[in-house]
């Protein structure tokens, strides 16, 4: 099914009056859907009813508003686990992708001694990963380590190998597509290394999700997180796939309470978020493949465009191996703030969204080598479902004429 199509709307969506969405919504320009993606107004319409009438808490057995709440989660956790094609029981909602990682990560090494636990990571992992393995590192003394990447964002596996020969009870916690930059990890030979040495493999799915299809069985992991928010569905429901078997991978739950979830996550369910999980993993699997094909299209356009018509500026990441609606470009010389600043109707950003108040440059540039002033020179554009060509063709002059502007005032 044609996105257009499916939302009553010419795909080609140019003219405002067609779109599902009020004019409001089309400015500025927004090509920052890495950060969070708009909700598809077909899953803001399923959710409706569970806000208003559908009010009942899917843990209460004894009546029908229970009944009612409790059969639409396990509606969700069903689709949940066919669009990732791992058992329904194999799913647990959590309230964000971060909280599915914290889970995996402080589970695991807060079950045994901290002496025999050891994480292995990369420096350009999402601060999900990276900021509990710094925190549990510290208070536990677990060792760690933070694998360096090369100038795509790739990890060296024959590292990896070195690293994972220790006779430590090992986690390695490396995502699937990178946030920044969109360079996609060769997941499957991570999770062949990584269980040849007895290690579990978390793979943080989040920018994969909806991008291009995920296999956990077929890939081989043991523990994946991802968001709803990233995939057009609504903001604060997240969720862990925790590989089963026998005996099943024990995880110490990061909220302990009413023993929802399992006993893996304590707390009543958001039945409206996981309604609209489900929705948005449904339609992902109908139009991942042409969605796909017609971002890259538009991502390819505004890219190839930038380079040959702005001197001086370049693509960071790998540009093959990559996420179809990423595009990370330098702009030499320039500040990438003033530059975004100048661009006023265009929504886009210098790095993630939970990084942009944070000092210095980004992390994931650095760690691929850029120095801090190149860093500083570089914008993300993250394309998505609901972007046009007659959109990215104005993103492609706004950014030719301010570019120009600003390096005729001296790049400030
Ligand atoms: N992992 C990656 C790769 C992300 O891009 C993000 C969000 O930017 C997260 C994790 C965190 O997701 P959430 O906002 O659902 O906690």
């Given at each position: 099914?044609n996105?257009?199509?499916?939302l009553?709307?010419?795909s080609?969506?140019?003219?405002?009056?067609?779109?599902?969405?009020?004019?409001?919504?089309?400015?500025?320009?927004?090509?920052?859907?890495?950060s969070?993606t708009?909700t598809?107004?077909?899953?803001?319409?399923?959710?409706q009813?569970w806000?208003?009438?559908?009010?009942?808490?899917?843990?209460?057995?004894?009546?029908?508003w229970?009944w009612d709440?409790?059969?639409a989660?396990?509606?969700?956790?069903?689709a949940?686990?066919?669009f990732?094609?791992?058992a329904?029981?194999?799913?647990?909602f959590?309230?964000?992708?971060t909280?599915?990682?914290n889970?995996?990560?402080?589970?695991?090494v807060s079950?045994?001694n901290?002496?025999?636990?050891?994480?292995?990571t990369?420096?350009?992992?999402?601060?999900?990963?990276?900021?509990p393995i710094r925190?549990?590192?510290?208070?536990?003394?677990?060792?760690?380590d933070?694998l360096p990447v090369?100038h795509?964002?790739?990890?060296?596996?024959?590292?990896?190998?070195?690293?994972?020969?220790?006779d430590?009870?090992?986690?390695?916690?490396?995502?699937?597509?990178?946030?920044?930059?969109?360079t996609i990890h060769p997941v499957?030979?991570?999770?062949?290394i990584?269980?040849a040495?007895?290690a579990l493999?978390?793979?943080?799915?989040?920018?994969a999700?909806g991008?291009f299809?995920?296999?956990?069985?077929?890939?081989?992991?043991?523990?994946?997180?991802?968001?709803?928010h990233?995939?057009?569905g609504?903001?604060?429901v997240?969720?862990?796939?925790?590989?089963?078997?026998?005996?099943?991978?024990e995880?110490?739950?990061?909220?302990?309470g009413?023993?929802?979830?399992?006993g893996l996550r304590?707390?009543?369910?958001?039945v409206?978020?996981?309604?609209g999980?489900g929705?948005?993993?449904?339609?992902?699997?109908?139009v991942?493949a042409?969605?796909s094909?017609?971002?890259?299209?538009?991502?390819?356009r505004l890219?190839?465009?930038?380079?040959?018509e702005?001197?001086?500026?370049?693509?960071?990441g790998?540009?093959?191996?990559?996420?179809?609606?990423?595009s990370?470009?330098?702009f030499?010389?320039v500040?990438?703030?003033?530059?975004i600043?100048?661009m006023?109707?265009?929504a886009?950003?210098?790095?993630?969204a939970c990084?942009?108040g944070a000092p210095?440059?980004?992390?994931?540039?650095k760690a691929i080598?850029?120095?801090?002033?190149d860093a500083?020179?570089?914008?993300?554009f993250?394309?998505?479902?609901?972007?046009?060509e007659?959109?990215?063709d104005?993103v492609?002059?706004?950014?030719?004429?301010s570019?120009h502007?600003?390096?005729?005032?001296g790049g400030v």
């Open positions: 099914m996105i257009g199509q499916r009553g709307i010419d080609n969506r140019g003219d405002a009056s067609s779109s599902p969405w009020p004019l409001s919504f089309m400015q500025p320009i927004y090509i920052d859907y890495n969070t708009p598809d107004p077909i899953i803001c319409g399923g959710i009813p806000l208003e009438h559908k009010f009942g808490n899917p843990s209460s057995c004894d009546h029908a229970g709440a409790s059969e989660v396990e509606e969700g956790r069903q949940l686990a066919g990732v094609d791992c329904v029981a194999e799913i647990s959590t309230s964000c992708a909280e599915s990682i889970t995996v990560i402080k589970g695991f079950r045994t901290f002496e025999r636990k050891k994480v292995i990369c420096a350009t992992e999402h601060e999900a990963v990276l900021a925190q549990l590192q510290k208070l536990t003394g677990i060792e760690v933070i090369d795509m964002g790739h990890v060296d596996l024959s590292r990896l190998e070195t690293v994972l020969s220790s430590k009870q090992m986690l390695v916690a490396l995502m699937a597509a990178n946030n920044e930059i969109g499957r030979a991570i999770s062949r990584t269980h040495a007895g493999f978390l793979c943080d799915i989040t920018q999700a991008k299809p995920i296999d956990v069985r077929a890939d081989g992991i043991d523990f994946a997180a991802f968001s709803a990233k995939m057009y609504p903001k604060g997240g969720a862990l796939y925790v590989r089963g078997g026998d005996p099943p991978i995880l110490e739950p990061l909220i302990a009413g023993g929802q979830e399992r304590g707390g009543t369910l958001n409206p978020g996981i309604v999980f929705e948005a993993c449904r339609i992902a699997s109908a991942m042409e969605e094909g017609r971002v890259r299209k538009l991502r390819d890219e190839e465009a930038i380079l040959s702005v001197p001086d500026t370049w693509v960071n790998d540009r093959v191996n990559r996420i179809c609606n990423t990370n470009i330098g030499r010389g500040d990438a703030c003033a530059l600043r100048d006023h109707d265009i886009c950003s210098t790095r993630a990084s942009s210095g440059p980004s992390h994931v540039l080598g850029l120095t801090d002033e500083y020179s570089c914008i993300r993250s394309l998505g479902r609901f972007n046009t007659e959109e990215i104005y492609i002059h706004k950014v030719i004429r570019v502007k600003l390096r005729g005032q």
